[in-house]
């Protein structure tokens, strides 16, 4: 993940970082479906799979999936997907630009904003 922080024309300072989202689970296919039979001595774990996770995934908008530029400043968050290429090496000015065309994007529950899946209404570039 890069990271890189600068100050937009107006004065704000932000910061900004790629996200690449992974898959969740370990494993598509539980080698425990026929268990083989342990060498004498060796200890067999039972009970529940501890390598599935409970709980909901988070579903990922259209176009999130191979990842997006993450701005922050103060209780602003932006996201613009697809990650440019060069937004690690160009220019602050550059980088500012990529800032304002960024969607606005709810603040995780984490964060103390809104929760995630409340979903914001379209942006319009400017």
Known sequence: MGYRD???QVGNRWQAWDVVPQLVERRHVSRRAVPPEPAPGQERRRGE???VQQGRRPALQEGMS???LCFESGSEK???TPVPQDWLTCAE???AEYCRQ???ARRSAHDGGAPVDDPLPPHTPT
């Open 6 to 8: 600068f100050t937009d």
């Open 102 to 104: 960024a969607a606005p």
């Open 66 to 68: 191979h990842g997006w």
């Open 93 to 95: 000015a550059q980088l």
């Open 78 to 80: 932006r996201r613009l």
């Open 49 to 51: 799979d501890r390598r």
